[in-house]
């Protein structure tokens, strides 16, 4: 199996980075607005709504407070030729500021340099819509 590994430091403090990517139903509002348009939970299974009405279904797999994880796997309306996908985030405090780790693994073993840029791309907004909502008192 491969694996993509990208991670990156957000100006924000990591209790609130983790609050964010803990909050699985409101991926479309504290992560990833644009480019997700809707999300809700059925039991463990997130659905999210794409902007061009495509639909993905992620299971849940993991909620984990204590290490500050977050564990899902695709199961429904990959956009790629993917026999598994399975990812993880994961929050670590550095100093004020939160490491922010995005793990995705993936067969065929080819598709990884297809997803890599993918990621990477997901991680980079993320951490924008991140700092900016730091900046904002809640």
Sequence with gaps: MASVRVETLVE???EAVWDAIADVGAVHRRLLPGRVADARLDGDTRILTMPDGAVVRELIVAVDHERRRMAY???GGQRMPL????????????GDRARLVWVTD???HEMAGHVRPRVER????MKDVLEASAAWPR
């Excluded at 026999?83 to 550095?94: C, K, L, S």
């Design 12 to 14: 924000a403090p990591a």
């Design 83 to 94: 026999a598994y996908h399975h990812a993880a985030f994961q929050v670590f405090a550095e």
């Design 122 to 125: 997901g991680l980079a907004e």
């Design 73 to 75: 796997s695709v199961v």
């Design 106 to 108: 993936v067969l065929p």
